[in-house]
T-cell receptor, first 115, second 112 residues
Framework: DADVTQTPRNRITKTGKRIMLECSQTKGHDRMYWYRQDPGLGLRLIYYSFDVKDINKGEISDGYSVSRQAQAKFSLSLESAIPNQTALYFC??????????????FGPGTRLLVL | GQSLEQPSEVTAVEGAIVQINCTYQTSGFYGLSWYQQHDGGAPTFLSYNALDGLEETGRFSSFLSRSDSYGYLLLQELQMKDSASYFCAVRDWEAAGNKLTFGGGTRVLVKP
């Protein structure tokens, strides 16, 4: 079984709709992240959480919200989807005990299309 | 803030050597990481450099010069399966929460 899973894998929605993307991990990591990927722009951080009670905005948090329901679950919501939120979304986890090298482990991604 | 520059695309033939350069600007540098991403796949970790010098892992090597704010990923004995995008990323101790900032990625196309 995959260590980091994301649901759904693909989603088509309409402008103005609220949608939620979910991420679960079995790695036992405290840290979780949400990124979006657009062609040529690499991975940009939306939100990150270092434990269940710690939620932080990334560089592009406007229009998004998150919830850390448990150590293993981190969900991303688009309150009112707009077409420029069409992108590939990745969840990632990391283990602070690794020290500065702290590798991030990514889920398979959710491809979102907002019409 | 942080910024990273890397070439957008590189093409090479099987068996060749490819070097992907990455220059960065950051206020509190911790280290430079490299990730690989195949089309339709998730990024996966390749290497991490915190100190100057070359780190070798099989056919791939990564180099860092802290004084030049520069690093590179060297892909040797290229294989078709190496066709992918490669991202450099910096870890910045001044960035809240010690998080990664990624470059735009370099797409490597390996031809027969």
């Amino acid at each position: 079984d995959a260590d980091v899973t994301q649901t759904p894998r693909n989603r088509i929605t309409k402008t103005g709709k609220r949608i939620m993307l979910e991420c679960s991990q079995t790695k036992g990591h405290d840290r979780m992240y949400w990124y979006r990927q657009d062609p040529g722009l690499g991975l940009r951080l939306i939100y990150y959480s270092f434990d269940v009670k710690d939620i932080n905005k990334g560089e592009i948090s406007d229009g998004y919200s998150v919830s850390r329901q448990a150590q293993a679950k981190f969900s991303l919501s688009l309150e009112s989807a707009i077409p420029n939120q069409t992108a590939l979304y990745f969840c990632a986890t990391s283990d602070v005990s690794q020290g500065p090298q702290e590798t991030q482990y990514f889920g398979p991604g959710t491809r979102l299309l907002v019409l | 803030g942080q910024s990273l520059e890397q070439p957008s695309e590189v093409t090479a033939v099987e068996g060749a050597i490819v070097q992907i350069n990455c220059t960065y600007q950051t206020s509190g540098f911790y280290g430079l990481s490299w990730y690989q991403q195949h089309d339709g796949g998730a990024p996966t970790f390749l290497s991490y450099n915190a100190l100057d010098g070359l780190e070798e892992t099989g056919r791939f090597s990564s180099f860092l010069s802290r004084s030049d704010s520069y690093g590179y990923l060297l892909l040797q004995e290229l294989q078709m399966k190496d066709s992918a995008s490669y991202f450099c990323a910096v870890r910045d101790w001044e960035a809240a929460g010690n998080k990664l900032t990624f470059g735009g990625g370099t797409r490597v196309l390996v031809k027969p």
